[in-house]
């Protein structure tokens, strides 16, 4: 596929990594383990970055594929309905196959990360029109969103409350406020997206982010020290929380992220065929993210329905969730080139393909 930007794709592939390696450490059955365990530290960080990654390049790659197209309205329908619908039946599936009524972490009507694909996906029409300045305010404005409406993101909800909807009116909360990925402040990585696509529109847009965020990353940790809090949690009291994702999380992952993406594309741009050839080889599992995000569910909704066996070791876990996470690799290569016509990207492509004529 020479027409599409390699780096993108390698990103697209860390990041789909990166949630099945949080997902499958989070099914397995530890007991006991420090917070301060190497390994322990090594999966949080991971963990931390693998939904900004991925929610990120999803901004990436609908907003091209958008921008690619000038369209009319019922363009726009035939071109958004497709993946809203996907989206939200995939997003159906992952909650019905890792439910918590077989050991999972999901009710069937959790809104999570696909339900806020398809709203960035509605919203892509409008984004798309708004030029990089604009885009780049509201993007710093999201940011700013957890903070604004602190007191309504759900920071006294524990996960069980956080995935619980029941309504209407608890499901419009859950999707926006306070569920697992709502929409505020989530689309600032969306919007960041936009941003990376468009980056050649502003040069210095790169360099400013890194050093302010760099800034505002040292800022958290002299915080963290000063104060004697733990610098990064899940939830609880913490400088960086990322349920509910408070500012400073969303500040020191984008550093990372945008870092992550200037790195990869100087690489791509170098005469480095081998370290090209290493990289390539997570292409196909980008191209392919969101049929193996609802398969490797699949995977863990069976483990965590049927494993009936007492706590395992950390080293153990360590193994197991490094075997599931890197097997995909060789498993997108082939299915790519033997069946990747029977995927979700390709149904979304069918679905509008028809839907146009």
């Given at each position: ?47 931390g970055m693998a939904a900004p990654l991925f929610v990120t390049m999803s901004g990436y790659g609908v907003h091209i594929s958008a921008k690619n197209r000038d369209r009319e309205f019922r363009d726009w329908v035939n071109w958004a309905l497709p993946r809203i619908g996907v989206l939200v039946l995939c997003q159906l ?27 960035s996906t509605m919203l892509m029409p409008i984004i798309t029109r708004l030029n990089f300045r604009t885009r780049t305010w509201i993007w710093a404005s999201v940011i700013l969103s957890p903070l604004i409406l602190s007191g309504y993101t759900g920071e006294d909800l524990d996960w069980y409350s956080r995935i619980t ?193």
């Amino acid at each position: 596929m020479p027409d599409r930007i390699q780096h993108i794709d390698w990103m697209k592939g860390i990041a789909i990594l990166c949630m099945v390696q949080v997902h499958t450490a989070a099914a397995m059955p530890l007991s006991g383990v420090p917070l301060d365990h190497p390994l322990a530290l090594l999966a949080a960080a991971i963990g931390g970055m693998a939904a900004p990654l991925f929610v990120t390049m999803s901004g990436y790659g609908v907003h091209i594929s958008a921008k690619n197209r000038d369209r009319e309205f019922r363009d726009w329908v035939n071109w958004a309905l497709p993946r809203i619908g996907v989206l939200v039946l995939c997003q159906l599936l992952v909650n019905l196959i890792f439910n918590v009524d077989h050991g999972g972490r999901f009710k069937i009507f959790t809104p999570g990360i696909l339900t806020l694909f398809a709203i960035s996906t509605m919203l892509m029409p409008i984004i798309t029109r708004l030029n990089f300045r604009t885009r780049t305010w509201i993007w710093a404005s999201v940011i700013l969103s957890p903070l604004i409406l602190s007191g309504y993101t759900g920071e006294d909800l524990d996960w069980y409350s956080r995935i619980t909807v029941d309504g209407p009116s608890e499901f419009g909360t859950r999707l926006i406020l306070n569920g697992t990925y709502p929409a505020l402040p989530w689309l600032a990585y969306i919007v960041l997206g936009t941003l990376l696509s468009g980056i050649v529109e502003s040069r210095n847009f790169a360099v400013i982010s890194i050093f302010l965020g760099s800034s505002m990353t040292l800022a958290t940790l002299l915080i963290s020290l000063d104060n004697g809090v733990p610098w990064a949690m899940t939830e609880g009291p913490a400088v960086l929380t990322f349920f509910p994702a408070n500012e400073s999380f969303l500040v020191v992952s984008m550093t990372i992220l945008i870092i992550v993406k200037v790195a990869l594309g100087r690489i791509e741009s170098s005469p480095k065929p081998n370290l090209h050839r290493v990289l390539g080889h997570l292409a196909p599992a980008g191209r392919m993210s969101l049929s193996i995000y609802v398969t490797h569910f699949v995977v863990l909704g069976l483990f965590v329905a049927n494993y009936d066996g007492g706590p395992i070791t950390m080293a153990m876990s360590f193994c197991i969730t490094i075997l599931h996470t890197l097997v995909w690799i060789p498993i997108a290569i082939v299915y790519e080139k033997r069946l990747g016509w029977f995927s979700f990207e390709n149904l979304i492509r069918t679905l509008s393909l028809k839907l146009s004529k």
